[in-house]
């Protein structure tokens, strides 16, 4: 087999993949670097922010302060130093981006304008309307193009990473065009798929989010870290989970019980709309236990009431609220307030790594939702997500390339094989496979329920071990699958086949990693143990691949300046 | 009550198998909710496993999933079956562009025609990073902002008379994505622009026909783009002839 020989290979086109390619490409005009992404890069899930991302940009506003209202956020779970570089580094990365071209929605006198935003204790959130990250990935995109030693492998799905002597020396990736594999070598390979929201029935995620990269670092013997920490955004539309944006609480709007009341003055009075993610949605969830939800088809909801807001403002600041809305809806958000429910939108764990991105595999790095740097915690604040992948991808990006400039080429030979190794795999596994009893889409229905069912807002030791053992009868199940397209041409169902196999991979991560926190922290939330316990459990998980399931192994957090505290709002 | 269904016609290419296009009929349950997306879904997850289609976001946004709709450039995510229930939908890959696979098409072509109009910030001079952002107002932005918004869906190639005739024509989003540079106060590439657009295969191709606007989910009017691209290059050449030393090139 023919190896393709680069310095550096991204795993991913979203806003941390190509943010990486050009810090790589600016470190040197000696590098080839290649993009590697299952779509087009402008297909890539950052698409789909709305919100903005924050940073400490204002005269009101320090880095310190970010810093503090991240900490809190995290429910003190997130690595101090990670967040202190983050929030230095933030500011920086939203101006480089202007300097891109970011259509940044401004102040009258021409600055970046910023924006409210749940957790943060000053107006921090730059934005393009609600069509931030649209706008952040093609500004990125377009600004890539210009960048000859960017090499695209546009529609390639990569299957393993080929780990020789040591170190992560390159990947297999199958060409969707003709379903050729392809051995991909490299000093320094870098992984910015995503997030997995799609192991979850009710999601905001695209059908791309699979948690890829999180299942090739798993496989290769780097642990997933705090994997128990799912963040369910507060206001999904029912039915089809598509966002509402958290600007538009940001922005003024109410949500609103069938009492017609604000209830969030029962749980968070201080912050009310504005308070985190994690304690607005289990707010909403104890409205729909108590009966003061509304009835739908698609499940009880609130009301997110923007109406007072006036059609002017809605119309400038949020006019994808209003379009998504009344596609999908059939609701004019200036007359009518729109339903929603709390739906999962965010992964805060994932491939475990230093704060410049590298894993504990030599060669390896990983960067955005893909990575647990860990700047998030146990939740991650709105609008730090669009900027995290901007930080750390192109710290990872100038730390690969420092890295490749010093590295050998990786001898082609051994990984050849490992790649036609992998080819066999695929080919009788799934192209070749004759027989199977079981079709890719009830699988994936079942464990998407079972994970909403076990691990969704609300544990218990119950409810995780019935997943734990519901997940593992999955994974046997998807061992007889059969395959109804053995094409070559862009075969999707094979990519779904493989797909399914990385989301059940991490989703066995997820479970168990909840099943071993026996407390409560930002988004974990145990019926069974109510209270944060941070002489037990004021760590890190990581959960190591092993052929019976995942062994987990506790790391000390980083603390700097901030002694964790009561979380009070 | 028995179960309301419709009837999907889909038209297949599987060159593996047999070489010219062809369609496969579905029947599937019909609700008012459902998009022809969701149709599609329907099909892959429980009739044909085989049937191959590109989508992602499902809201709209991330371009994957235009499809020829009743032989009209649609969105399937954003498109509702009740548009057209009880009558049967046609759904094909869209016009204009190579099939791969089903309802796959090449994209190859477009990527190289979006890379040729140089779409991103052109200064002559950057700069120190210190001196922080390039200011730019409300209104400078509005000159820009309708022609930024361009998901690179492709339906505006689909539905372009002059891109069926002349495959190497840049198209309307291309052109609009130039513009939407060209016309941010932060650029300084216009001439360098100008160059690649203002070329027989660029915006002396198209004839007005306006069918891209007309068909563009995002209202990034492209027809309007490529008039005022006309109109920018002609003033620009008769200042250059008029002004030696003063018109823009």
Not at chain 1, 61 to 90: K, N
Not at chain 1, 304 to 318: A, F, N, S, V, Y
């Amino acid at each position: 087999m023919e190896t393709l020989q680069h310095d550096i290979v991204i795993v991913g086109g979203g806003a941390a993949g190509l943010r990486a390619a050009i810090a790589a490409a600016q470190a040197s005009d000696a590098l080839s670097i290649a993009l590697v992404s299952k779509v087009y890069p402008m297909r890539s899930h950052t698409v789909s922010a709305e919100g903005g991302a924050g940073a400490a940009l204002g005269p009101d506003d320090s880095p310190d302060l970010h810093a503090f209202d991240t900490i809190r956020g995290s429910d003190y779970l997130a690595d101090q130093d990670a967040v202190e570089a983050f929030v230095a580094e933030a500011p920086g990365e939203i101006v480089q981006l202007e300097r891109w071209g970011c259509p940044w929605s401004r102040e009258p006198d021409g600055r970046i304008a910023v924006r409210a935003f749940g957790g943060m204790s000053v107006n921090r959130t730059a934005f393009a309307a609600d069509k931030t990250g649209f706008h952040l990935l093609h500004t990125l995109f377009q600004t890539s193009l210009q960048f000859d030693r960017i090499t695209r492998y546009d529609e390639f799905f990569v299957t393993k990473l080929l780990v020789e002597d040591g170190r992560c020396a390159g990947l297999a990736a199958i060409d969707l065009r003709d379903s050729e594999v392809r051995c991909i070598a490299a000093k320094a390979v870098i992984l910015c798929t995503g997030g997995l929201g799609r192991i979850f029935a009710f999601t905001t995620n695209g059908s791309i989010c699979t948690g890829d990269g999180m299942a090739l670092a798993y496989r290769a013997g780097v642990p997933l870290k705090d994997m128990e920490f799912v963040q369910y955004h507060p206001t999904g539309l029912p039915g089809t989970g598509i966002l509402m944006t958290e600007a538009s609480r940001g922005e003024g709007g109410y949500l609103i019980n069938n009492q017609g009341r604000r209830f969030l003055e029962g749980y968070i009075p201080g912050k009310m709309e504005l308070g985190p993610r994690d304690i607005l949605s289990r707010a909403i969830m104890q409205e729909i236990e108590k009966g003061h939800a509304f009835q739908g088809p698609y499940g009880e909801y609130v009301h997110l009431d923007i109406r007072h807001l006036g059609e002017r403002t809605i119309d400038e600041k949020l006019p994808f609220v209003r379009e998504l809305a009344e596609k999908f809806v059939g609701i004019d958000p200036v007359h009518e307030p729109i339903p929603v429910r709390p739906v999962v939108h965010y992964m805060m764990g994932g491939v475990d790594t230093d704060a410049m991105g590298k894993t504990r595999l030599e060669g390896l790095y990983a960067a955005g939702e893909t990575a647990c740097v860990s700047m998030n915690g146990a939740n991650r604040l709105g609008s730090n997500s669009l900027t995290e992948c901007l930080v750390f991808g192109a710290r990872v990006g100038l730390q690969a390339a420092r890295d490749a400039l010093e590295a050998a080429v990786p001898a082609a030979n051994p990984l050849a094989q490992l790649a036609e190794e992998e080819e066999q795999r695929l080919l009788s596994s799934y192209l070749d496979k004759r027989g199977g009893g079981e079709r890719i889409a009830p699988i994936r229905t079942d464990l998407q329920r079972t994970m909403e069912r076990g691990a969704g807002v609300y544990r218990t030791e119950e409810s995780l071990k019935e997943a734990v053992e519901e997940v593992r009868g999955l994974a046997e199940r998807f061992r007889d699958v059969a395959m109804d397209d053995r094409d070559r041409a862009f075969n999707t169902e094979l990519v779904s086949a493989l797909e399914l196999g990385n989301m059940l991979d991490v989703a066995e991560t997820v479970v168990v990693s909840a099943l071993e926190r026996r407390e409560s922290r930002g988004s974990h939330t145990r019926r069974d143990h109510a209270e944060r316990d941070d002489e037990h459990y004021l760590k890190h998980g990581l959960a190591f691949a092993r052929p019976e399931g995942p062994r987990m192994e506790y790391a000390d957090v980083s603390i700097t300046r901030w002694p964790p505290a009561e979380r009070k709002y | 009550m028995a179960e309301r269904t419709i009837s999907l016609k889909v038209a297949r290419y599987r060159p593996e198998h047999r070489p010219d296009q062809y369609f496969d009929e579905f029947d599937i349950p019909y609700r008012e909710d459902m998009v022809i997306l969701d149709a599609l879904n329907h099909i892959k997850d429980e009739l044909d496993g085989s049937l191959s289609y590109r989508w992602s976001c499902r809201m709209g946004v991330c371009g994957s999933c235009g499809m020829m709709v009743n032989y009209k450039p649609r969105l399937t995510c954003s498109t509702f079956l009740r548009e057209f229930y009880p009558k049967p939908i046609v759904v094909e890959p869209l016009e204009n562009f190579p099939v791969v696979r089903d309802l796959v098409v090449d994209m190859t072509s477009f990527m190289q025609k979006l890379q040729s109009v140089k779409p991103w910030i052109i200064r002559h001079v950057d700069p120190p990073m210190e001196a922080g952002e390039y200011l730019q107002t409300p209104a400078e932005v509005e000159q820009y902002k309708g022609f930024s918004m361009c998901i690179n869906c492709m339906l505006c190639y689909a539905a372009c008379p002059v891109v069926g005739r002349d495959p190497d024509f840049l198209g309307p989003a291309v052109i609009a994505l130039a513009h939407r540079y060209n016309m941010d106060s932060r650029d300084q590439g216009e001439a360098e622009r100008q160059r690649a657009i203002a070329v027989d295969w660029g915006i002396w191709d198209c004839t007005f026909i306006g069918e891209c606007s007309v068909v563009c989910p995002k209202d990034v009017d492209p027809a309007a783009a490529i008039q005022r691209e006309k109109v920018a290059k002609t003033t620009n050449t008769m200042l250059s002839m008029l002004l030696p030393f003063g018109g823009h090139e």
